[in-house]
């Protein structure tokens, strides 16, 4: 069974300014998708960023970016110019491509509350 | 574009009784999953369908059952409520999963 683990339960950043967000994962398939959600005190999950496995390349969204390490089994998520309305809980989030029990099925990280302070 | 509409957005049950949560997926999105948010266990993932049938499941009880009509919006019920039941159950969909869900708002249910 595959399990993503971040490690720190809160973090906080100076508005302005950047932060790193870590997460790894274990799966013992090759082909995967990751991704980082935000939720913010509304309680709606939002897809910040997406990452396909077999591509090296690390995705960006504008402000937000990956360092996916594939070999670690490391996806950090890094968000540059820190704004309020950052301020939420992130998850990362793991979604095989076996079919079967990967079928739309995410499995998540316990989450990382960030503070961006004004 | 609508997103996921999940209804009712608060619920207030009693120990013993069942209740059915509502979600109407964004228009074309076939793919439809449930999942339970509490403090204590995160995220965890209930179920999946795909037009009408279920192709993935938790390991969750029998009392949790879910179902998807042929305009892909989907109900999931909860028989026999416990207090650990207590939860936000979020809804999401997908056109394809691997590009991502999007989820819905919620429902807060809150068994006393």
């Known amino acids: 069974a595959q399990t993503v683990t971040q490690s720190q339960p809160e973090m906080s950043v100076q508005e302005a300014e950047t932060v790193t967000l870590s997460c790894t994962y274990d799966t013992s398939e090759n082909n995967y998708y990751l991704f980082w959600y935000k939720q913010p005190p509304s309680r709606q999950m939002i897809l910040v960023i997406r990452?396909?496995?077999?591509?090296?390349q690390n995705a960006t969204e504008n402000r937000f970016s990956v360092n996916f390490q594939k070999a670690a089994k490391s996806f950090s998520l890094k968000i540059s110019d820190s704004q309020l309305g950052d301020t939420a809980m992130y998850f990362c989030a793991f979604m095989g491509n076996a079919g079967g029990t990967s079928y739309g099925k995410l499995t998540f990280g316990q989450g990382t509350i960030l503070t961006v302070h004004p | 574009k609508a997103g996921v509409t999940q209804t009712p957005r608060y619920l207030i049950k009693t120990r013993g009784q069942q209740v059915t949560l509502s979600c109407s997926p964004i228009s074309g999105h076939r793919s439809v999953s449930w999942y339970q948010q509490t403090p204590g266990q995160g995220l965890q993932f209930l179920f999946e369908?795909?037009?009408?049938?279920?192709?993935n499941k938790g390991n969750f009880p029998g009392r949790f059952s879910g179902r998807q009509f042929s305009n892909s919006r989907s109900e999931m019920n909860v028989s026999t409520l416990e207090l650990g039941d207590s939860a936000l159950y979020l809804c999401a969909s997908s056109s394809d999963g691997n590009y991502g869900y999007t989820f819905g708002s919620g429902t807060r249910l809150t068994v006393v």
């Open positions: 990452q396909e496995a077999y591509k090296q």
């Open positions: 369908y795909f037009s009408e049938t279920q192709r």
